[in-house]
Nanobody, 121 residues
């Protein structure tokens, strides 16, 4: 499975940004797609996951109500719509594919290259 993340950039606090992650290869072998982020000097943390079937999605408390994860099966692409962005959302965002639902990064065995999101105050 190959993953290509895009959509990062510099935005002001309160604004929105949408990330995309295009998947290719044997995506059927990895039914769960997740977003993680890593801020400078901090460990990678879970943001959200969704299943390709659409049967399940889940968010970290820190983003619940502001971020929405979705998928377009026809395009093999998942999205992360980020609204009401805060400076503490600044991080490199990674998409990942895994064999089952999980919020821990070690379960996900395919990773995209990351896209930088910077939120200015």
């Amino acid at each position: 499975v190959q993953l290509q993340a895009s959509g990062g950039g510099l935005v002001q606090a309160g604004n929105s940004l949408r990330l995309a992650c295009a998947a290719s290869g044997r995506t059927g072998s990895r039914p769960v797609m997740g977003w993680f982020r890593q801020a400078p000097g901090k460990e990678r943390e879970f943001v959200a996951y969704v299943t390709w079937s659409g049967s399940s999605s889940y968010y970290a408390n820190s983003v619940k109500g502001r971020f929405t994860i979705s998928r377009d099966n026809a395009k093999n692409t998942i999205y992360l719509q980020m609204n009401s962005l805060k400076p503490e959302d600044t991080a490199v965002y990674y998409c990942a594919a895994g064999p089952h639902i999980a919020t821990v990064s070690r379960i996900y065995d395919y990773w995209g290259q990351g896209t930088l999101v910077t939120v200015s105050s």
